[in-house]
């Protein structure tokens, strides 16, 4: 069994709102949990996240909502798979300003 965390700076409905495109062909067997709530359920889930929600990060006025992900992938995919998983996964949640 593989295990990824990631911490992001995002609320659960922007996590919400991203997953079906940042989990591509995977999200129909993708289970999410967050803060004990479940968000997204599959019968037979490929990959597992469980998130917790952290206090916000403030600089100066600016708060920004903090949460902390962990990705649990079952035996049934290798290690390569997992990174490319992931890949996109930080690929479509990652956002700049400017």
Partial sequence: MHEVTREMGCSIDDLVRWFPL????FYAQTSLYVDGIELLHSESPLIEIVGISK???KIALLSIPVLSLRFIFT???DS???DRIMERFDLYTRRGGG
């Fill in 22 to 25: 940042a989990m591509s062909n």
């Fill in 55 to 57: 206090p916000p990060r």
């Fill in 75 to 77: 035996k049934n995919l």
């Fill in 80 to 82: 390569t798979e997992c």
